[in-house]
């Protein structure tokens, strides 16, 4: 069976405010990768990730067949033939995992898939969004589909607004930049529902709706506008507002033994840390001006590497 590999995405802007319809930029990250294989029913990983597998071909059976087909007599033979997802992309810390998966099952047994060498017109991109939202929800509870379509199409993806999405490229990487955009592992893992539920709640509240819209919003849609153009030097002017914001609006998001930490960069310069995704747990993002400072401030922390500004 020779299935392509799928690769991990990070959402630099637009966690929870692409939900109300802010500005939102998705990179492909090839650091982490998953792909369909066949295994052996011996080994205990193989064994979860099928029985996984069959509960999501289930699912997958109640989706209107007018938004997408699927050949499940394919799928069925492979599942029997011990089909699984080979991974690494770390479970519940928001680079992806399940968009992958998406994005794999997809590709292999979709009828009358748009692929990706085709004209990628916007209407065939909100349709493969449509399609991963629906699929991807089996997962989540309620999924945008972007992880998957990131993953599908991998290239950088630019939100408009909900029903306004297009691929876009990014400012190419500085060899020579002193700047960068990092992952810092905060060591637990997260489930993006419970959090998703808890923001929904709080957007309830005609207060913090209000610094959602005036504050957050803004703010995300000035740095996606900063980092398309490649202005760094006004990208972290308004990064330091928005990790500002996160740390006061999205504290529950935020795992506790990092808010210390998440204000020490704001007052000293050296990182300012965003959600990755849901937060929660997982990854957290930082993006820093000078990254050999950053490393020294958080050597306690594993940092990975995305992105040289």
Not at 48 to 64: G, V
Not at 284 to 297: C, H
Request: net charge positive; proline share 3%; charged share 25%.
């Amino acid at each position: 069976m020779k299935a392509p590999l799928f690769y991990s995405k990070i959402l630099l802007f637009g966690e929870y405010g692409i939900i109300k319809n802010s500005k939102g930029l998705s990179i492909p990250y090839n650091f982490f990768k998953g792909g369909l294989k066949l295994g052996d029913f011996k080994n205990e990983i193989v064994k979860e990730s099928n029985r996984n597998l069959i509960n999501f071909k289930n699912y997958l059976k109640n989706i209107d067949s007018s938004i997408v087909e699927f050949d499940f007599i394919k799928l069925e033979n492979d599942l029997k033939d011990g089909m699984f997802f080979d991974s690494s992309i770390p479970q519940g810390y928001g680079v992806g995992s399940s968009g992958a998966l998406v994005a794999a099952l997809y590709d292999r047994y979709a009828l009358n898939k748009i692929t990706v060498l085709e004209n990628l017109t916007k209407p065939k991109i909100l349709n493969l969004k449509n399609v991963f939202s629906k699929m991807e929800s089996f997962f989540h509870g309620k999924s945008s589909g972007l992880d998957p379509l990131n993953s599908y199409l991998s290239l950088p993806i630019l939100i408009h607004s909900q029903n306004e999405i297009e691929t876009t490229g990014i400012p190419s990487q500085s060899s020579n930049g002193k700047g960068a955009v990092f992952l810092l592992d905060s060591g637990t893992s997260s489930e993006t529902a419970p959090m998703v539920e808890l923001f929904f709640k709080s957007m309830k509240n005609k207060n913090y709706n209000k610094i959602i819209k005036e504050n957050f919003i803004k703010t995300t849609d000035d740095c996606v506008e900063d980092f398309l153009k490649g202005n760094f030097n006004s990208l972290f002017t308004n990064m330091k507002i928005l990790s500002k914001v996160v740390l006061e609006n999205f504290k529950p998001m935020i795992p506790k033994d990092f808010h210390v930490l998440w204000a020490k960069g704001i007052e000293s310069d050296d990182y300012f840390l965003k959600l990755c995704g849901s937060g929660g747990g997982g990854y957290i993002l930082g993006f820093s001006k000078d990254f050999e400072k950053a490393k020294k401030s958080l050597s306690n922390y594993k940092l990975e590497l995305v992105y040289n500004l």
